[in-house]
């Protein structure tokens, strides 16, 4: 994966280009507040909480690069991780593509972080980052599922769906983010796998290409903020940080 006469250097992509709507109009998703404070900065934070990452890339929207990188100075990180603010594409792929091609070749593992899970642990980033290092083209943190789960037949909002399978639950995992890749076989995905050819995230592009994915156990803090509930639940999470971890 990199010379071995030289450190392994990771990086961290955050794509940050999505309008958030069910979290309803207004503000992106990603600068939406959570305790005063934006979730892009929050998330931001939480990637350079690892002392593996040394560069974080963060991905805004097409015509708010600007307005983000004014935004993240205003937070600024400790001296030893670098940060780069480019423009987005108009899909999630695209994003994530722009934010590829603005790492430097000394970079070996790359980080892809949903801006939408502002309080992913680091112990979860040092996980990911542990595994690709230690060989794994593609690695994701992932929780196992709480819920059973029914497979339907999709039918018209508002109509019943009929129930076509119950798939094993002790055989899911819910996958969460940072996915960890070596920065070769992302490219390599990201070129050959068309979006929506069965791929809903990184991992999936990579499982495309036919490349192993491994699971990390994930953490029950680095859920998605989609939903108005779920903004609660975020706040109550950080308000018992900043009670007892002194988070700020």
Same mark, same amino acid.
């Given at each position: 994966?990199?010379?071995?006469?030289?450190?392994?250097?990771?990086?961290?992509?955050?794509?940050?280009?999505?309008?958030?709507?069910?979290?309803?109009?207004?503000?992106?998703?990603?600068?939406?507040?959570?305790?005063?404070?934006?979730?892009?900065?929050?998330?931001?934070?939480?990637?350079?909480?690892?002392?593996?990452?040394?560069?974080?890339?963060?991905?805004?929207?097409?015509?708010?690069?600007?307005?983000?990188?004014?935004?993240?100075?205003?937070?600024?990180?400790?001296?030893?991780?670098?940060?780069?603010?480019?423009?987005?594409?108009?899909?999630?792929?695209?994003?994530?593509?722009?934010?590829?091609?603005?790492?430097?070749?000394?970079?070996?593992?790359?980080?892809?972080?949903?801006?939408?899970?502002?309080?992913?642990?680091?112990?979860?980033?040092?996980?990911?980052?542990?595994?690709?290092?230690?060989?794994?083209?593609?690695?994701?943190?992932?929780?196992?599922?709480?819920? @059973?789960?029914?497979?339907?037949?999709?039918?018209?909002? /508002? &109509? !019943?769906?009929? =129930? +076509?399978?119950?798939? $094993?639950? %002790?055989?899911?995992?819910?996958?969460?983010?940072?996915?960890?890749?070596?920065?070769?076989?992302?490219?390599?995905?990201?070129?050959?796998?068309?979006?929506?050819?069965?791929? @809903?995230?990184?991992?999936?592009?990579?499982?495309?290409? /036919? &490349? !192993?994915?491994? =699971? +990390?156990?994930?953490? $029950?803090? %680095?859920?998605?903020?989609?939903?108005?509930?779920?903004?609660?639940?975020?706040?109550?999470?950080?308000?018992?940080?900043?009670?007892?971890?002194?988070?700020?």
């Amino acid at each position: 994966m990199s010379d071995p006469s030289r450190p392994v250097r990771t990086a961290a992509v955050i794509p940050a280009a999505g309008r958030g709507v069910r979290l309803g109009p207004g503000t992106p998703k990603a600068l939406r507040t959570l305790g005063g404070t934006p979730m892009l900065v929050h998330a931001v934070r939480a990637m350079a909480a690892s002392r593996a990452v040394s560069l974080i890339v963060v991905v805004a929207p097409p015509d708010g690069a600007a307005e983000v990188s004014r935004l993240l100075h205003e937070h600024p990180l400790a001296e030893r991780t670098e940060l780069e603010v480019v423009p987005g594409g108009e899909t999630r792929q695209e994003s994530v593509q722009l934010g590829l091609a603005a790492l430097p070749d000394t970079i070996d593992v790359v980080l892809v972080h949903d801006a939408a899970r502002p309080l992913v642990p680091v112990d979860t980033v040092d996980a990911v980052v542990a595994a690709v290092r230690a060989g794994a083209p593609a690695v994701v943190p992932a929780l196992p599922l709480a819920d @059973t789960v029914k497979q339907v037949d999709p039918q018209p909002q /508002g &109509s !019943p769906e009929p =129930v +076509v399978g119950t798939p $094993e639950r %002790a055989l899911l995992r819910a996958v969460q983010t940072p996915q960890g890749f070596d920065l070769a076989t992302l490219r390599k995905a990201h070129d050959t796998v068309v979006e929506g050819e069965g791929a @809903t995230d990184d991992a999936g592009l990579v499982e495309r290409l /036919g &490349s !192993p994915v491994v =699971v +990390v156990p994930g953490h $029950e803090e %680095a859920f998605k903020v989609t939903r108005p509930l779920d903004l609660v639940l975020a706040e109550a999470v950080l308000a018992r940080r900043r009670a007892t971890d002194g988070y700020v």
